[in-house]
Nanobody, 122 residues
Framework: VQLQAFGGGLVQAGGSLRLSCAAS????????VGWLRQAPGKERETVSV????????YYADSVKGRFTISRDNAKNTVYLQMNSLKPEDTAVYYC????????????????WGQGTLVTVSS
């Protein structure tokens, strides 16, 4: 499966962005999908994950209440709505997918998209 992440950009603190992860190839609806991020000099962090059904979601403590993950299987797309952005949210955001939900949470997915840069200015 091929994943493409887009929607990053420059935004002021307190602003919003919506990232999209579009998939092609094998059946997307059977995959759990997540967003992970990596800031300069920091380890990669799992931000949010959604199960293939959409019923299970995971959020890092740092983004709870501000970010919302959703999916539209008809469009083979997963979204990450990011509100109340902070400068510490600045990072390259990657989408990843796998048959196994825990693997996506652990950051060991089989499928990865290219990153999209999110920059939050203070």
């Amino acid at each position: 499966v091929q994943l493409q992440a887009f929607g990053g950009g420059l935004v002021q603190a307190g602003g919003s962005l919506r990232l999209s992860c579009a998939a092609s190839g094998r059946s997307f609806s059977s995959l759990s999908v997540g967003w992970l991020r990596q800031a300069p000099g920091k380890e990669r962090e799992t931000v949010s994950v959604i199960s293939w059904t959409g019923y299970s979601t995971y959020y890092a403590d740092s983004v709870k209440g501000r970010f919302t993950i959703s999916r539209d299987n008809a469009k083979n797309t997963v979204y990450l709505q990011m509100n109340s952005l902070k400068p510490e949210d600045t990072a390259v955001y990657y989408c990843a997918a796998d048959n196994t939900y825990p693997k996506v949470v652990r950051g060991t997915s089989d499928y990865w998209g290219q990153g999209t840069l999110v920059t939050v200015s203070s």
